[in-house]
């Protein structure tokens, strides 16, 4: 009903079902699946909708080798590989070569539109290692020619605590960061912070750390976790009101789908989009129907590029469907939360 | 009881006397059905803006004690907030179910606490003079309180009062049913003399109310066992769980006696942490319990705006939560209601609102672990008791109310670090005066001494 026509996405779509499906370009992964599909991916999925077809391999994603996921076109380059955050359960992993980092030179634009300074050095206070968040934001530091601090942080390990009650244990670890941050900050020219709502909730409790970021950070991006439009409100007016404050919602699998300019009319302080070139989140009802402009649905992404094809994946997120920007092929998203029953796996929002 | 017409109510969190209107809204359901209030609610970073405004202003100065006793007059009489008193005793009926008449004690009681206030610190304090020079001075233990209450009565709202009284400034969750009591006790405050930079009131999450727990210097918590488990070995907090208040019957159970503990569990509809939930006795368990249970059962099932009311109704959903729960008891226990004649656990009134049927459950032994259960309506379970079974049974109760004439059991009891009150004969078990703790001396948790020696 509200489905709009993509005619440049679907045609991207016909492209790279010949990449994925083709017997000397395809991952071992998507191969192995063709014969299973029921249908023929090369002449029969031509639009948008027609990528409802695939099942929702996510869950596979949690124990196929990594190395089956690259296409056999791609084999000489190099590739690693990340995790999702192990929030449901074991990780599910993705691999990438350079996608990311295309992706992050659009990613930046949006950063820089809300307000985020296109210099300087930046603080990721959140995960690394295996979590893409950390590769993400230190592409966007170097692309301003900026330094990039950071300090550890294992969200799984967050959340393991927090799963065995063993809150007071969480918030020793989180002071531990805290420390670490402040430490750079006494001595350090930084001016981007990037970080998660609880970790901001507990920096504002912590006075001089306080003072430090709000007096020299200029930017504060938050991500990897749901925030609630008052403490958006309270981040970006009360403790915040000198510098921009900017949020990035995403994940390993769909990539980062930052906060969108501000527009007159708008209804939600903070509107999503995705990067349009390859990706589509679709804001679906209980029947995997879209939701109407306005309404809450529960997030469906669609990742068609040319190192990974993710299609049909319903993710742990809801969000409020927003109408596009004059221009736009992509809708926006507002007020994401976490989805309440998924598989009966208590979902645990930790740190990040 | 009718807000049909009415605007839709709304409550936002208050700051140093400032409305803050928060964006994250939650619905206070009525137990007519639907939504009676629009609640802002405070989210961590506004709980803290606000704790570190209250701090700035925490000077640890009490304020005219003439502050609290015209406060009491307005909370009972004034319109406040364009809400006037009839206005708040609908809207604590309609929102946690107490019967109007309870509301209306519950006032009365606030009241008459607020007003003993000097009285009560007296009684709770020795006396400070130790000779020319020697001097003992009761100052606050630290400069800010924070409060996090529930919302099966109005009268608790009363333990973040008396910090006020003794000079903390105060940040009150309220509970998630009763916003009204303690926004109409801060608005009667402030309008007799308050500096409104002594208290906020911050409707919010449990996780944000055991934050500002965890920040202020002093607290309260009030709740289930599993809410309050956290904040036992915490020496900053008072603790203020199930009350398992117990009665020992070992005298001939008469109709005064019967009649006695009927009224200790339903009064208020069997609310109050101070209700009986269980009964022990020297006497023929099966015909106590059949005894105590056809009491209960002429309780009448009526609205909470009826003057005859006396039980608790919930709404839709909490019935059904309570229905099943209490089913499995039921089913577990012998059933001495249900021999009475009544089945069913919740009955639905016209008004669209679910009323809890007393229940009266027995057990062959006084170690069964049934003993003890606590629920928000009148629930007793009775027991055997025997010499043999000594104070064991008794322990873990807010009030124990002894009929015996045994003094040894008596003294043992006083003795009993986990019985907190005890009463003996047909005395109800909230029956108090200033200097009678209800759990502890409260006033030297607010309070500690320190010398002041001046000589020369």
């Given at each position: 009903m509200?489905?709009?026509t993509?005619?440049?996405?679907?045609?991207?779509?016909?492209?790279l079902?010949?990449?994925?499906f083709?017997?000397?370009?395809?991952?071992?992964?998507?191969?192995?699946k063709?014969?299973g599909?029921?249908?023929?991916?090369?002449?029969e999925?031509?639009?948008?909708?027609?990528?409802?077809?695939?099942?929702d391999?996510s869950?596979?994603?949690?124990?196929?080798?990594?190395?089956?996921?690259?296409?056999?076109?791609?084999?000489?380059?190099p590739f690693r590989?990340?995790?999702?955050?192990?929030?449901?359960?074991?990780?599910?992993r993705?691999?990438?070569?350079?996608?990311?980092?295309?992706?992050?030179v659009?990613?930046?634009?949006?950063?820089l539109?809300?307000?985020?300074?296109?210099?300087?050095n930046w603080?990721?206070?959140?995960?690394?290692g295996p979590?893409?968040?950390?590769f993400?934001?230190?592409?966007?530091?170097?692309l301003?020619?900026?330094?990039?601090?950071?300090v550890?942080?294992?969200?799984?390990?967050?959340?393991?605590l927090?799963s065995q009650?063993?809150?007071a244990?969480?918030?020793?670890?989180?002071?531990?960061?805290?420390?670490?941050a402040?430490?750079?900050l006494?001595?350090?020219d930084?001016?981007?912070?990037?970080t998660?709502?609880?970790?901001l909730?507990?920096?504002?409790?912590?006075?001089?750390?306080?003072?430090?970021v709000?007096?020299?950070?200029?930017?504060?991006?938050?991500a990897g976790?749901s925030?609630s439009?008052?403490s958006l409100r309270?981040?970006?007016?009360?403790?915040?009101?000198?510098?921009s404050?900017?949020?990035?919602?995403?994940?390993?699998l769909?990539?980062v789908?930052?906060?969108?300019?501000?527009?007159p009319g708008?209804?939600?302080?903070?509107v999503?989009?995705p990067?349009?070139?390859?990706?589509?989140?679709?804001?679906?009802?209980?029947?995997?129907?879209?939701?109407?402009?306005?309404?809450?649905?529960?997030?469906r992404?669609?990742?068609?590029a040319?190192?990974?094809?993710?299609?049909?994946?319903?993710?742990?997120?809801?969000?409020?469907?927003?109408?596009?920007?004059p221009?736009s092929?992509?809708?926006?998203l507002?007020?994401?939360?976490?989805?309440?029953?998924?598989?009966?796996?208590?979902?645990?929002?930790?740190?990040? | 009881?009718?807000t049909?017409t009415?605007a839709?109510?709304?409550?936002?969190?208050?700051?140093c006397?400032?409305?803050?209107?928060?964006?994250?809204?939650?619905?206070?359901?009525?137990?007519?059905?639907?939504?009676?209030a629009d609640?802002?609610?405070?989210?961590?970073?506004?709980a803290?803006?606000?704790?570190?405004e209250?701090?700035?202003h925490?000077d640890?100065?009490?304020?005219?004690?003439?502050v609290?006793?015209e406060?009491?007059?307005?909370?009972?009489?004034?319109t406040l907030?364009?809400?006037?008193?009839?206005?708040?005793?609908?809207r604590?009926?309609q929102?946690t179910?107490?019967?109007s008449?309870?509301?209306?004690?519950?006032v009365?009681?606030?009241?008459?606490?607020?007003?003993?206030?000097?009285?009560t610190?007296?009684?709770e304090?020795?006396?400070?003079g130790?000779?020319?020079?020697?001097d003992?001075?009761?100052?606050?233990?630290?400069?800010v309180f924070?409060a996090?209450m529930?919302s099966?009565h109005?009268?608790?709202?009363?333990s973040?009062?008396?910090?006020?009284?003794h000079?903390?400034?105060v940040?009150?969750?309220?509970g998630?049913?009763d916003p009204?009591?303690?926004?109409?006790?801060?608005a009667a405050?402030?309008?007799?003399?308050?500096p409104?930079?002594?208290?906020?009131?911050l409707p919010?999450?449990?996780e944000?109310?055991?934050?500002?727990?965890?920040e202020a210097?002093?607290?309260?918590i009030?709740?289930g066992e599993?809410?309050v488990?956290?904040?036992?070995?915490r020496?900053s907090?008072?603790?203020?769980?199930?009350g398992r208040?117990?009665?020992?019957?070992?005298?001939p159970?008469?109709d005064?006696?019967?009649?006695?503990?009927?009224?200790?569990?339903s009064?208020d509809?069997?609310t109050?942490?101070?209700?009986l939930?269980?009964v022990?006795?020297?006497?023929?368990?099966?015909e106590?319990a059949d005894?105590?249970?056809?009491r209960?059962?002429?309780?009448?099932?009526?609205p909470?705006s009826?003057?005859?009311?006396?039980l608790?109704?919930?709404?839709?959903?909490?019935?059904?939560?309570?229905?099943?729960q209490?089913?499995?008891?039921?089913?577990a226990?012998?059933?001495?209601s249900a021999?009475?004649?009544?089945?069913?656990?919740v009955?639905?009134?016209?008004d669209?609102?679910?009323l809890?049927?007393?229940?009266?459950?027995?057990?062959?032994?006084a170690?069964h672990?049934?003993?003890?259960?606590?629920?928000?309506?009148?629930?007793?379970?009775v027991?055997?008791?025997?010499?043999?079974?000594?104070?064991?049974?008794?322990?873990?109760s807010l009030?124990l109310?002894l009929l015996?004439?045994?003094?040894?059991?008596?003294?043992?009891?006083?003795r009993?670090?986990?019985?907190?009150?005890?009463?003996r004969?047909?005395?109800?078990?909230?029956?108090?005066?200033?200097?009678?703790?209800h759990?502890?001396?409260y006033?030297?948790?607010?309070?500690?001494p320190?010398?002041?020696?001046a000589?020369?």
């Open positions: 509200t489905q709009m993509d005619p440049g996405f679907d045609s991207h779509i016909r492209k079902m010949g990449w994925h083709g017997a000397d370009t395809g991952s071992p992964f998507w191969l192995g063709l014969s599909l029921g249908f023929d991916p090369l002449t999925v031509q639009t948008l909708s027609d990528l409802t077809r695939f099942p391999v869950s596979e994603l949690r124990s196929v080798p990594a190395q089956d996921l690259i296409p056999a076109g791609l084999a000489d380059r590989v990340y995790d999702s955050g192990g929030t449901t359960g074991s990780p599910k993705v691999v990438d070569s350079a996608y990311r980092s295309l992706m992050t659009w990613g930046r634009e949006r950063l539109a809300n307000g985020v300074p296109p210099h300087g603080l990721h206070l959140g995960p690394s979590h893409v968040i950390g993400d934001t230190a592409r966007y530091a170097a301003g020619g900026g330094i990039f601090y950071t550890d942080l294992d969200p799984r390990w967050v959340k393991r927090l009650g063993r809150a244990d969480a918030d020793e670890y989180v002071q531990h960061l805290l420390d670490q402040e430490t750079i006494e001595s350090q930084v001016t981007v912070l990037n998660t709502p609880p970790l909730e507990a920096i504002c409790a912590r006075p001089r750390l306080y003072e430090l709000r007096t020299r950070i200029r930017a504060i991006i938050w976790t925030i439009g008052e309270q981040l970006s007016e009360v403790f915040f009101p000198t510098a404050v900017v949020g990035v919602y995403g994940n390993s769909m990539g789908a930052p906060q969108r300019a501000a527009r708008d209804t939600h302080p903070c999503f989009e990067f349009p070139d390859t990706t589509r989140l679709q804001l679906v009802d209980d029947d995997g129907e879209p939701v109407a402009y306005g309404e809450r649905g529960r997030v992404l669609h990742l068609v040319e190192e990974m094809f993710l299609p049909n994946i319903l993710e742990r997120d809801t969000a409020v469907r927003v109408e596009p920007v221009g092929p992509v809708d926006g507002a007020d994401v939360q976490t989805y309440r029953s998924l598989d009966d796996v208590t979902i645990i929002e930790g740190v990040y | 009881m009718s049909a009415r839709p109510l709304s409550l936002d969190p208050r700051v006397g400032r409305s803050v209107p928060s964006s994250d809204r939650t619905a206070l359901p009525s137990v007519l059905g639907g939504d009676l609640i802002g609610t405070a989210p961590r970073l506004l803290l803006a606000a704790l570190n209250i701090r700035g925490a640890g100065r009490a304020p005219d004690p003439a609290f006793t406060a009491a007059r307005l909370f009972a009489v004034a907030d364009g809400e006037s008193p009839q206005d708040y005793v609908d604590v009926c929102a179910g107490l019967t008449s309870a509301v209306g004690q519950a009365r009681d606030l009241v008459e606490e607020m007003e003993e206030l000097p009285a610190t007296a009684a304090l020795p006396a400070t130790f000779g020319e020079g020697f003992t001075r009761w100052v606050p233990r630290g400069k924070a996090v529930a099966n109005p009268v608790p709202n009363i973040w009062v008396q910090a006020l009284f000079g903390y400034n940040l009150v969750k309220p998630s049913r009204f009591t303690p926004a109409r006790l801060l405050l402030v309008a007799a003399g308050l409104p930079t002594k208290a906020a009131f919010c999450s449990r944000v109310g055991e934050f500002l727990l965890r210097d002093r607290g309260i009030y709740g599993k809410a488990a956290t904040w036992h070995q020496e907090v008072a603790v203020r769980g199930p208040t117990k009665a020992l019957l070992d005298v159970a008469d005064a006696v019967m009649d006695h503990l009927a009224l200790s569990a009064f509809g069997g109050r942490c101070t209700n939930s269980a022990l006795t020297t006497g023929p368990v099966g106590v005894r105590l249970a056809e209960l059962g002429r309780l009448p099932s009526l909470a009826d003057e005859g009311a006396t608790l109704v919930v709404n839709r959903a909490r019935a059904a939560q309570l229905r099943e209490v089913a499995v008891l039921r089913a226990l012998t059933d001495h021999r009475a004649g009544e089945e069913e656990t009955v639905e009134l016209e669209g609102s679910f809890l049927r007393p229940v009266v459950l027995s057990v062959d032994s170690g672990p049934a003993l003890g259960t606590e629920l928000p309506f009148p629930f007793v379970v027991a055997p008791w025997s010499e043999a079974d000594g104070v064991a049974p008794l322990r873990d009030v109310n015996t004439d045994r003094e040894e059991l008596v003294e043992a009891a006083l009993e670090p986990s019985v907190r009150k005890v009463t004969g047909r005395v109800l078990p909230w029956t108090a005066v200033p200097g009678i703790p759990d502890d001396n006033t030297q948790f607010l309070l500690e320190k010398g002041l020696v000589q020369g």
